[in-house]
């Protein structure tokens, strides 16, 4: 379904769908809630995609967890692609 370099939305994250106040502020990834990215790498035995967000992760004070920058591993069902 999905292909390296496709565009998608973050729709969720952990099935959260609306960005949560009362988490670690440098780790409440909810906040990419609506934000958009590419797909770089794929792993379909977790159902896990790498996403580089179009964002600047330090800008919203968020920790940067991956040797790429701007990327996370996000599962499938929390993203959407665009068409």
Do not use: T
């Amino acid at each position: 379904m999905y292909q390296i370099n496709d565009r998608v939305v973050l729709k969720s994250f952990l099935g959260i769908k609306k960005p949560e106040s009362g988490n670690r502020d440098n780790e409440n990834y909810s906040l990419l809630i609506g934000k958009y990215g590419a797909i770089l790498d794929l792993n379909k035995r977790e159902k896990k995609i790498l996403i580089l967000f179009d964002d600047n992760l330090d800008d919203l004070n968020l920790i940067n967890h991956n040797k790429i920058k701007n990327s996370l591993w996000i599962y499938e069902s929390d993203i959407k692609k665009i068409v």
